[in-house]
T-cell receptor, first 115, second 111 residues
């Protein structure tokens, strides 16, 4: 069965410092991996995805993520955090061998960036 | 304007009532999804549909029902069998094997 784990409920970072939000996954086939951001009382906004190819993927607002197959991880990173990055972040996985298929989300990580 | 529209934004239900949440998309996506969001529990999959006239249960389907009679529409009914329906409900759609696009959500409260 597919699953996603975000081991940290909350990440606190000072503005200007690098940030990392962790994600590990489990699927039986090749993974399609996604990161989303959610602001209060809103839907989710897509940040970036890994389908195939380069292990380092770049997305919106300066975010990037690194796919590591041996560690089954897909951590979200940003070199320099902004206060406006404060939000709820979700990692998601879909099994790549299925057409469409379940899209499963992690528990979410609350990112707080302080000035 | 392309996108996913959920309505209503806020919905109040009396105990014992069924209510239906609307989700419409004009993105021509094949797959559609319903998720429930509770504080501290992330998004949990209720139902999903990969094609018209077909849908599958997600992880928490009990007390919910769906239909997929048209490609653009995937309404969710919260039945009286759902004992704790107060939550934020999110609908999404996606092309095959790609990222999902989300609506703005419906907040359902039992009064």
């Amino acid at each position: 069965a597919q699953s996603v784990a975000q081991p940290e409920d909350q990440v606190n970072v000072a503005e200007g410092n690098p940030l990392t939000v962790k994600c590990t996954y489990s699927v039986s086939g090749n993974p399609y991996l996604f990161w989303y951001v959610q602001y209060p009382n809103r839907g989710l906004q897509f940040l970036l995805k890994y389908i195939t190819g380069d292990n380092l993927v770049k997305g919106s607002y300066g975010f990037e993520a690194e796919f590591n197959k041996s560690q089954t991880s897909f951590h979200l990173k940003k070199p320099s955090a902004l206060v406006s990055d404060s939000a709820l972040y979700f990692c998601a996985v879909r099994e790549g061998n299925n057409q469409g298929g379940k899209l499963i989300f992690g528990q979410g990580t609350e990112l707080s960036v302080k000035p | 304007d392309g996108g996913i529209t959920q309505s209503p934004k806020y919905l109040f239900r009396k105990e014992g009532q069924n209510v239906t949440l609307s989700c419409e998309q004009n993105l021509n996506h094949d797959a559609m999804y319903w998720y429930r969001q509770d504080p501290g529990q992330g998004l949990r999959l209720i139902y999903y549909s990969q094609i018209v006239n077909d849908f599958q249960k997600g992880d928490i389907a009990e007390g919910y029902s769906v239909s997929r009679e048209k490609k653009e529409s995937f309404p969710l009914t919260v039945t009286s069998a759902q004992k704790n329906p107060t939550a934020f409900y999110l609908c999404a759609s996606s092309p095959t094997r790609s990222e999902a696009f989300f609506g703005q959500g419906t907040r359902l409260t039992v009064v």
